[in-house]
Structures are given as structure tokens and as C-alpha cells.
């Protein structure tokens, strides 16, 4: 532990100026005109993971974008670790919003990361937390402690569905054979109490289309007498919860899991300040299902919400239009046991259904994936709780989480193993969204633990 700390401390400086250099390339999977960019993200973690000691690295091709392959085997009898992580990053948009741009990464403290953190687009989604695993098998391939095998497995489709490294995972199990699967692309509570996410959500993310008239129209000389889509499409949004917030497609629950009291009691010790949240987010109240509390709402129930609306004249000063068209793209986040699928054709069939007379409804799903839990009583959670504890001086607590990385189901389906997410991020740090930051604390302590991990997974698995 010393050692490691002092190797930290000696070499952080280098550690945060080559995340910063990686920071700086665009990698942004959602928007083709940075497609280059994805790539030469691509050929620089290869080389990374090259400098920091793997023996053997390769370029995947995909349909899509590649996957860096590295391994360093050490002894095939010894247990394996699997590092999954991501090089592609969210749209930086709206740009205005950035106090620095998004892709050149700069420095500055903040009240929650008082001795700095890294403000750029990746900086924790999952840049940041991904390299925190190349620098650990750096610091243990120089001290001569890596304990066990390594493969790593990054991608460059995570935040457009993963639709290459599905197809890749299936056709490589063998290569990619491990005893537990780890992945730094989770949260924590805060830098005083980490968490280990047990739970993450599934998705169902579909796009509909709402057609009325077969032109733009003038609202004067039409209005009233036609369905306007953009009018139809909000009633028709605005319908799929009811008064007490409950999603109103017919079947939608009927495969959630209930917790038991005993559990929700267990989710309710977890440190939670409402207040603080209510603040943070400049809200007055929160908002949500009736009968669950805020951290139920976000991580064991499941949502419908509108992520984009569109439609009709919305330039500069006014034109009176009635529009052929209006557009929304909805997300639902499931829970286990909802089959992502199966939700897709639920709010197909409600969604065309509501439609009235006058219009027409297409709805195109885009992406999905199942929701994962994990027992806490497993190998790898308990080396990741010794680690957390080793570094932070106080236990890790288990956290079920709202977000999705929907390639977790499929890697227990195709690969057999279990995965621990193991985050360094804070809610704070505003991934996805303008001036997304990790802090130097979070790095550097993510380097400090990941290599305790590795020694207590050898230790437990004996
Ligand atoms: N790293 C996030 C997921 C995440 C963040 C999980 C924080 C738990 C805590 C990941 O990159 C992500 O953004 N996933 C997407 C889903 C994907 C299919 C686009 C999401 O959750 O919206
Ligand atoms: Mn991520
Ligand atoms: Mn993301």
C-alpha cells in the first residue's frame, strides 16, 4: 500500500498530463463527422496500454468502430481480469455552456474537488476512469506486484448502444475467457464514502413520428380544423403517466421486481441528503412516482421520459405554421427482469394505439439492453470492498444505480463471469451534460485501489 501510494505520488503529474493529451482528441461516437477522431482515440489507448506493460495488443476491427485488445498473460493458471471501459465520449453539446472548451482540458477547483479536477468531455465518461486501469497495470508491472492475468477491452461504441462489441464479445469468447470482469464507468457517493454500484438499468430507447397533414400548413387559414402533430404528440407524451406518476402502457410493470421491505430498509441507510440535492440541482421539489422516495425513484423503479421534441418553426421570431410532422425521442430505464424487447413492443403497440383520427404514428426503436444486479457476496465484490476500504478508510457501501451500460447483461450471458463495477465518478461531475470534470482526488485514488483489487481477487480466489 505504501509503495503504491509513493509510486502515485511520484509519477502523478505524468499520469494527468497523458490524460489530458488523450482528453484532447474528440472522440465523439454519436456524430460521423468526428469519425477520425474516434480512431486516432482508438490507436492512442493501444499504445497506452503497449507503454504500461501489456504483451500483446491488437487493433479489432469491427463493423463499426475497433476494439483495443491488450492482454498481458503471466500464467495461465492464475485467475484472469477482464477490464472493460470506453474510449468514445457524449456530443459536447450545447457548447455554449462550457466555461472552457470541451476538448481542451483544463485544471480549476471546484467547492466538491478542492485540490482540482479535470474539466473536459470524457474527463470521467469514461476516459478518465478507463486510464485510471492503465496507469494501475503500469504502476504494477513496474513494482513487479501484478498478481495475475490482465486483458483489457475497450470500445468506442458505449454511448451509441454497443453494437459492435456485442458482435465482437460473441464471437471471441475464448479470447476473452476471465474469472471477473472490471469496470471503472460507475459512480460513487462521495470522495469521503465510496459505493460499489450492484445494480445498473436497462433501456429501451425508441424515436416516433407523428404525421398529420401532408404539408406545412397556415395556422389561420387550417388551425382548428386539422390535427396539429405537435399538439397530438405532446397529449399523447403527456398521457403515458398518470396522476401519480405511474407509466400508463398496459403490461409495463408486470415483470418489475418489488424489493422487500427489508430491502428498501437496507437502500435507505445509504448517506442521502435531499436537501443538498434540491439544492445542487437549483429545484424546488423533487418530482416522481408516488410511493417511492428519491433514491428508489432513480435506481429500482423503472421510467418513461422524453429526452428530445421537435417540430415546426422554431427560428428566429414567429411564423404561423401548423407542421406535417412532430418528433421525440423517449428512453425508458427498466429494471431486471423487463426484457428490453418486450418493453420496445409494449410502447409500440400503446403509443400507435392513442393515436386519434387525423394523424399517423411511426415509432423506430433505436437501442437497448437489460438492467443487471450482483450479489454482494461474491469474490470480486468482497476484494473491491477490501480495497475501497484500504483506501478510503471506511467500507464500501453497495449502491443500486440508475444509469445503463447495457453490455454488462451480455457479458455474464456470453461470458459466464460476473462484473464488478468498481466507479470513481461523483454525481457532480456532470457526465453528459456541459463542464463534465473528474476530480485529481478520484483519479488518482481510482490508480491507488484497482491495483488492491487484484491483490485481494488472487487472495480470495485461493
Ligand atoms: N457510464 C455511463 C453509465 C453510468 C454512469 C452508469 C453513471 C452508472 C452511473 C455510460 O457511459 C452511459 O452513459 N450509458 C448510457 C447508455 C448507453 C446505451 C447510451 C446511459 O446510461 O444513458
Ligand atoms: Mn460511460
Ligand atoms: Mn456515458
Redesign the pocket.
Known sequence: MENIKSYVQQHKDRFINELIELLKIPSVSADTAYSQDVIDTAEAVKESLSKAGCDYVETCDTPGYPIIYGEKIIDPNLPTVLVYG?YDV?PPDPLELWTSPPFEPVIKTTDIHPEGAIFARGA???KG?MYMHVKALELMVQSNTLPCNVKFMIEGE?????ASLAWFVERNQEKLKNDVILIS???MISNQQPSI?TG??G?S?VEVEVTGPNRDLHSGLYGGAVANPINILAKMIASLHDENNHITIPGFYDKVEELSAEERAEMAKAPFSLEKYKNALNIEDVYGEKGYVTNERNSIRPTLDVNGIWGGYTGEGAKTVIASKAFAKI?M?LVPNQEWEEITELFTKHFTSIAPAGVTVKVTPH???QGYVTPIDSIGYQAANKAYTETFGVPAIPVR??????IVALFEKELKSKTI?M?F?L?SDA??SPNEHFGIFNYLKGIETIPLFYKYFVELSK
Open positions: 470506453h457524449q470521467c465518461d469514461d476512469q458505449e454511448e451509441v448502444g454497443s464507468d460507475t459512480g454500484t445498473l438499468r433501456l430507447y428512453s430505464r437501442h437497448g439492453g444505480s440508475g444509469g445503463s451500460i447495457p463495477l466507479g465518478g454525481d457526465i453528459h
